[in-house]
Nanobody, 115 residues
Framework: QVQLVESGGGLVQAGGSLRLSCAAS????????MGWYRQVPGSRRELVAT???????SYAESVKGRFTISRDNTENMPYLQMDNLKPEDTAVYYC?????????WGQGTQVTVSS
């Protein structure tokens, strides 16, 4: 089992920044990849960013150039630096971790961007 706890969400004005963190515990060896999804009520969960153990990254088109994902491999903690936030980035952001073909999820953290 892997436990994930997100932090760093909140309310910010458009153009502002937030940094999300995700603390992983439990069977954290061999976790790969890790990343972030987001979800707006009534919509499907959207993949935002992914990072592998060796540092390869990928992003949703809507956040490229504004969001940066990084990872502390020692602690198995992914971070999501979100800059130039837009109102359409408002969502619940979920950390995920893949291990043995299974996806683990955090409880989510709310990000609200006001215009």
């Amino acid at each position: 089992q892997v436990q994930l706890v997100e932090s760093g969400g909140g309310l910010v004005q458009a153009g502002g920044s937030l940094r999300l963190s995700c603390a992983a515990s439990g069977a954290i060896d061999s976790i790969n990849p890790m990343g972030w999804y987001r979800q707006v009520p009534g919509s499907r969960r959207e993949l935002v960013a992914t990072i592998t153990r060796v540092g390869s990254t990928s992003y949703a088109e809507s956040v490229k150039g504004r969001f940066t994902i990084s990872r502390d491999n020692t602690e198995n903690m992914p971070y999501l630096q979100m800059d130039n936030l837009k109102p359409e980035d408002t969502a619940v952001y979920y950390c995920y971790a893949a291990r043995d073909a299974y996806l683990y999820w955090g409880q989510g953290t709310q990000v609200t961007v006001s215009s």
